[in-house]
């Protein structure tokens, strides 16, 4: 005699987004899709549940309060599929997603998009989702020496790019990081306006943090990029 034909056990998806109307939204929606969706704000309660109660896949904010979402997928003893979404375009960061073998996707998604990446995920397709992964349009590139200052706080570029760049701080500034700031670059005198994306703290206690170049700065984009052309090449 033959088994019976079991029920097949929902797969499991963790959202962690620090915005409750998309946590809620998202958590409904997969719901009614059939998953087992558990949804929480902050990274500390990401990296329990990752530890608590594996799920078979993640979607997470890049901003998690002082950490980001990549994050969990650097800390998590195993690999998971993942999905990072974020409204704020960032190829530094998006190059960093990407090299950890997880989706990078900006707001607004379409769910039924969302909902085909998921199932390609859990399935094993990988990036065969191009409506989601779009073309990356910078290259990242790493530099060395070279010194930047924000405000009174003085700090170190580690890559750069046409759209943006990464700093690290030896100590985080006396005061958080506005939104918006500008960079100055005192090797060049270059000034830039860009708008923060993410923040973190490293394993050696340095402060990091990725900021892409502000929409609708020509002169600065302009200068920007002279500035790229000129410390690693066109």
């Not at 409904?28 to 549940?49: K, Q």
Request: hydrophobic share 45%.
């Amino acid at each position: 005699m033959s088994a019976p034909n079991l029920p097949e056990t929902p797969r499991r998806i963790l959202i962690v987004d620090d915005d409750q109307a998309t946590r809620s939204g998202l958590k409904r929606f997969f719901e009614r899709a059939n998953y087992e969706v558990a949804a929480v704000s902050t990274f500390a309660d990401g990296r329990i549940a990752l530890s608590e109660s594996p799920p078979d896949l993640l979607i997470a904010d890049v901003r998690l309060g002082e950490f980001n979402g990549l994050q969990l997928i650097v800390t998590n003893p195993r690999p998971i599929p993942t999905i990072i979404v974020t409204g704020y375009p960032d190829p530094v960061l998006e190059a960093d997603a990407r090299a950890l073998g997880a989706d990078y996707l900006l707001k607004p998604v379409l769910p039924s998009a969302l909902l085909s990446l998921v199932k390609e995920k859990l399935e094993g397709a990988g990036e065969s989702a191009p409506i989601l992964s779009p073309r990356r349009r910078w290259t990242r590139r790493p530099v060395d020496d070279l010194s930047a200052r924000v405000g009174e706080a003085s700090a170190r570029v580690l890559d750069i790019s046409y759209g943006g760049l990464r700093l690290a701080f030896e100590r985080y500034p006396e005061q958080a990081l506005p939104p918006s700031f500008n960079i100055v670059l005192p090797v060049s005198g270059v000034s830039v306006p860009v708008d923060l994306v993410w923040t973190v703290r490293s394993p050696d206690g340095a402060w990091m943090c990725g900021a892409a170049i502000a929409a609708g700065q020509a002169e600065a984009a302009s200068a920007w990029q002279g500035v790229v052309d000129g410390l690693v090449g066109p």
